[in-house]
């Protein structure tokens, strides 16, 4: 039987990732062949997890971690993967983001975090003219990092939205429609209130682009700015406390998340759920 491959598990997070299962995999005294029957998979697909060629995906990885007792470990390792997956401006902020116990954004779209499906996958085939990658392998990295809402103990999230962000038709009437339905949803959650700031209640010159703050288990606190094709992350706690104010000025021109509940409803009523009548 021919030696396995060699792996440099230094090479990139996918090539850790697959290191760890085969250490993990060889101490439990299984083969290829027995990984691959515990998580419904051939052995060929284990060899292509652990050498990197092609890493596994969300539903894979939750099997992964379960067959070989690794108690989350492994799927926090292959959250970073889909960090190095996206733009080298955004990396830093994913990372933090999914740590933090605090989550406060404002933008002009729904944020990646309240998302659902088919929203990402219209964003994600819209901006392919300015980024690289498929977006059959973006829109699953981006879902996956919603996992942090449905924990034992997720972040207290607030999720300000522009109204413009419920009237850009993003995938269609459908897409839109369901996008809607889902921010109900999670404003319904008691750790999440979605709040929207009406046409004319903020000056528009306060903020082009999106902001997020985020507080860390140990209170500190950081600053996530975003527009096309750029991004800048801040801990300096000056400029931080800045984009404080500049948030808790936008949080006051919002709805409350009760208001604003009734009114994304109506949107969606009037907006999105409509029919058109048959052709005659």
């Given at each position: 039987m021919p030696a396995p491959k060699e792996l440099d598990p230094t090479a990139s997070v996918a090539a850790y990732l697959g290191a760890q299962i085969r250490r993990r995999r060889e101490a439990r005294g299984l083969t290829q062949k027995q990984l691959g029957q515990l998580v419904f998979v051939s052995h060929n697909r284990i060899a292509q997890i652990e050498l990197a060629t092609d890493p596994p995906g969300w539903d894979m990885i939750k099997l992964l971690d379960a067959a070989l007792e690794a108690n989350g470990d492994l799927i926090d390792l292959w959250r970073h993967i889909g960090v190095a997956r996206v733009d080298d401006y955004a990396r830093i902020f994913l990372l933090r983001q999914g740590q933090a116990r605090v989550i406060q954004s404002y933008g002009p779209a729904i944020p990646g975090l309240a998302q659902t499906e088919g929203y990402a996958r219209?964003?994600?085939?819209?901006?392919?003219?300015?980024?690289?990658?498929?977006?059959?392998?973006?829109?699953?990295?981006?879902?996956?990092?919603?996992?942090?809402?449905?924990?034992?103990?997720?972040?207290?999230?607030r999720f300000t939205l522009d109204e413009s962000a419920l009237y850009r038709n993003i995938g269609g009437r459908h897409v839109m429609g369901g996008q809607l339905a889902h921010l109900l949803d999670l404003n319904a959650r008691p750790r999440i209130d979605v709040q929207v700031v009406p046409?004319?209640?903020?000056?528009?010159?306060?903020?082009?682009?999106?902001?997020?703050?985020?507080?860390?288990?140990?209170?500190?606190?950081?600053?996530?700015?975003?527009?096309?094709?750029?991004?800048r992350f801040f801990e300096e706690p000056e400029k931080v406390a800045r984009f404080t104010v500049l948030y808790d000025r936008i949080q006051a021109a919002a709805l409350d998340p009760e208001m604003s509940a009734a009114f994304i409803r109506n949107v969606m009523e009037e907006r999105y759920l409509w029919e058109l009548p048959p052709l005659t």
């Open positions: 219209a964003i994600f085939s819209a901006g392919m003219v300015l980024s690289d990658g498929s977006v059959e392998e973006k829109v699953p990295i981006r879902l996956a990092r919603q996992v942090i809402l449905d924990g034992d103990d997720p972040p207290w999230c046409f004319g209640a903020l000056d528009p010159n306060v903020v082009v682009g999106s902001l997020c703050l985020l507080t860390m288990p140990d209170g500190s606190r950081a600053a996530y700015t975003e527009g096309l094709q750029t991004g």
